[in-house]
């Protein structure tokens, strides 16, 4: 099967289409660039076609980009020399994109080329982007859904196939920053407002024929190609150009705080290809882009954001033999913030909701909350008053628990408190369906025990949503022990309808994301008690690239909340429980009366507003800072550490089935270092026999909760990694 066809019509239009078979979207494959160079060459070599257009088979879509499997196996088969195979591939594409470019012309007189369009019936991303650049003209369909862009920087890359020295060329380093620095993807109408394509119709392809039919030499020539050209905004050695660099550069190391090599590589490919010409420009562009793909943090971004987290959400851990589980309608009980924010994203996805509360004006509060989510839209113009009225229409809130009847799923949130919740679980399930699956969204209370208080426990699991919820990516699933595959299809199979990412995890306490999110809190918490600066610690973790540090966390999430749970977990673990300096801290800042952002102080201050002010002085009062601070580094490693060993743990002690799930949920979940590809793919970066090493030194200074796990201890005397071990791969060859 081909991926690029070609037919030439009686006017000499020869039109290749883009049609991958068995993809809902187009993805570009190396077989894909063959057959497209084959064709380009045919085209341009027969006198009998006049002009070419190049456009999508899909319906509503061109391109989702390069099918980034390929970038692994383009790594194995290079041998030895990995970036002489990256480099070479990379090239590859280049000369076709510029063959496309040049399109027979005569390279001195720039003329005798033939006109080369491309169509756009909908989204075109990644290549799907950089091919049409090259291109001498971009039609898109008058697609309202279709988005345009270059989002590379996204999964830790940057537009390797021309598409970043293409458009600095054509809009200017300023004008393309926000395209190639932050992804951004925008409709087909604004796409031509930019200048990233040229022209939007209602009937593309007839504006393209149009076109090609009537195109002169002069119109088949890019401006780099031109005499003359200046390139707009300035270069790097204008005076405009010169403050455009200076200004990019500081931008892209206060985002990035220098963790992210993509973003970095990219504006050195920029910044040196506008000193050289066109060409020369291209080569360093892939010499830059090469480099991003030897580094392990692209490779493990790559893995985690695109391939692991494409894979859960197409249904890689749904359990087999089990027929779609899709959810018609939802009983959510307790209409307080989680909910709400559950009724929300349900009733986006079409689903018909019941919202209950205690009493009415509590479950109307709750679908307020919706009303109000859309008006915000409707203020955007991103949603209209009919869209609002829809999806206020799928919402009944009610305190009647009979309007539950009918409901195949039901998701309880109400009060953290095992009696309240076991009171509605016997409640409810007197009224549901036999068959409906029941779903607590606690976030840390044990599935198992929660369970017992039903009639009906292989239909009883955990969806653990994570707050806000329309906002957050993540859903966690906790299987109980007892919990069947039927509720574990039906949780997957509805997470995949409010489209979220899901990972699933076996029950225990915490689960998995709170699992590692509360020695993080807490290690920032025993810092203070030990005199170490809370901005140091906040801004150890900013430069490794966490988007909140654990005192601003724990700021974010209330005071309160984290004397709840130490205070439930101590009482269910008794005198296994590790007391530590951070209860005595967070125990005295809520006697205090400091409970966090809610309560307008806490670790830190807070303006009338609600804006932090600068962090709390009185806990230097309790808490003097040492005279001596630690180094950067120090702090980064026991932040990274302490949550990194509970991932091992998890993973050791079966609560993490797939490694997957592991480095999806951490960076969806908390925003575990994103450059890292989450917890296990660094332990494979810094090398397990380093980590274990590393794990010792901690241990004999700040004690136990540092100690190296079993399996990384035997994983480190073998030196493997985790992926090597635990990857998809090694289960498909272990089983």
């Given amino acids: 099967m081909t991926d690029f066809t070609m037919k030439t019509d009686g006017d000499g239009i020869a039109t290749i ?162 395209y190639l620095l932050e992804g951004k993807m925008v409709p087909p109408a604004a796409a031509a407002k930019a200048g990233l394509i040229d022209e939007v119709s209602d009937d593309p392809m007839a504006a393209a024929r149009d076109w090609v039919l009537n195109a002169t030499d002069a119109d088949l020539v890019k401006p780099w190609d031109a005499k003359g050209y200046k390139m707009p905004g300035g270069a790097p050695y204008h005076p405009a150009g010169f403050m455009t660099f200076v200004g990019a550069n500081a931008m892209v190391n206060g985002q990035t705080k220098g963790v992210y090599p993509a973003a970095k590589a990219l504006l050195s490919a920029v910044y040196e290809g506008a000193l050289v010409p066109f060409d020369t420009a291209l080569k360093i562009e892939a010499r830059w882009f090469t480099n991003v793909l030897m580094n392990p943090s692209s490779a493990a971004m790559i893995r985690s954001l695109f391939i692991n987290k494409e894979a859960l959400e197409k249904g890689a851990v749904r359990p087999t033999g089990i027929p779609d589980q899709r959810v018609k309608k939802l009983g959510v009980l307790g209409a307080g913030m989680m909910g709400a924010g559950i009724a929300l994203v349900s009733a986006q996805a079409g689903i018909e909701v019941v919202l209950v509360d205690r009493d009415q004006e509590a479950a109307d509060r709750g679908k307020d909350y919706s009303a109000k989510y859309m008006d915000k839209g409707i203020a955007r113009k991103k949603a209209t008053p009919e869209k609002k009225e829809a999806l206020l229409n799928l919402i009944t809130a009610t305190p009647d628990l009979d309007a539950l009847k009918g409901c195949d799923l039901i998701i309880e949130a109400v009060f953290e408190d095992p009696e309240v919740k076991a009171e509605m679980t016997k409640k409810v399930e007197a009224i549901i369906p036999e068959d409906c699956i029941f779903a607590s969204n606690t976030s840390t209370l044990p599935i198992t025990d929660l369970a017992q208080a039903s009639s009906r426990r292989e239909q009883f699991i955990g969806i653990h949503f994570f707050s806000p919820v329309e906002r957050m990516l993540l859903v966690e699933i906790i299987k109980g022990k007892e919990t069947g595959d039927r509720a574990v299809a039906k949780a997957l199979d509805y997470v995949r309808q409010i489209k979220k990412t899901p990972i699933v995890v076996n029950d225990a306490r915490f689960f998995y994301a709170n699992r590692c999110i509360i020695p993080y809190v807490n290690e920032g918490a025993r810092m203070i008690t030990e005199g170490v600066a809370p901005w140091l610690v906040d801004n150890a973790a900013a430069m490794l690239g966490f988007p909140v540090g654990p005192i601003q966390l724990t700021d974010e999430t209330s005071i309160d909340l984290g004397a709840k749970i130490a205070r439930a977990t101590k009482k269910a673990m008794g005198n296994a429980y590790p007391a530590s300096g951070a209860d005595d801290l967070i125990f005295w800042m809520e006697k205090e009366g400091r409970m966090g952002r809610k309560a307008g102080k806490g670790f830190f201050d807070y303006d009338e507003k609600g804006k ?124």
């Fill in 17 to 178: 289409t883009w049609d991958v078979a068995d993809k809902t979207m187009n993805v570009m494959s190396f077989e894909g660039l063959q057959e497209l160079d084959a064709l380009i060459d045919e085209a341009l070599g027969d006198e009998a076609v006049k002009g070419v257009i190049i456009t999508s088979g899909k319906e509503g879509s061109f391109a989702a980009g390069m099918d980034l499997n390929l970038l692994g196996a383009m790594r194995e088969s290079a041998g030895d020399d990995p970036a002489k195979g990256f480099f070479e591939g990379i090239m590859s594409t280049h000369h076709l994109l510029r063959k496309i470019e040049r399109a027979g012309m005569d390279p001195k007189k720039l003329k005798g080329g033939k006109p080369i369009a491309s169509v756009l019936p909908g989204t075109a991303a990644g290549i799907g982007l950089e091919l049409p650049l090259a291109t001498h003209r971009i039609f898109a369909a008058d697609n309202p859904k279709a988005r345009i862009g270059l989002p590379e920087i996204k999964v830790g890359i940057f537009p390797g196939a021309g598409g970043t020295t293409r458009l600095v060329r054509k809009l200017g380093a300023m004008a393309a920053s926000g």
């Fill in 612 to 735: 932090r002010i600068g962090y709390w002085k009185g806990m230097q009062d309790k808490y003097p800072l040492s005279e001596g601070q630690p180094d950067v580094r120090e702090v980064q490693d026991r932040l990274m550490f302490v949550q990194v060993l509970e991932a091992v743990r998890a993973l050791e002690e079966g609560v993490l089935m797939d490694i997957r799930e592991g480095d999806v949920g951490a960076i969806l979940g908390w925003g575990f270092a994103p450059w890292s590809g989450g917890p296990l793919s660094w332990l494979d970066i810094i090398g397990t026999p380093y980590a274990a090493e590393r794990c010792d030194q901690l241990e004999a200074e700040f004690g136990e909760r540092f100690k190296c796990p079993d399996l990384l201890r035997e994983m480190a005397e073998k030196n493997q990694t985790f992926y090597g071990r635990f990857g998809p791969k090694a289960a498909e060859e272990a089983a």
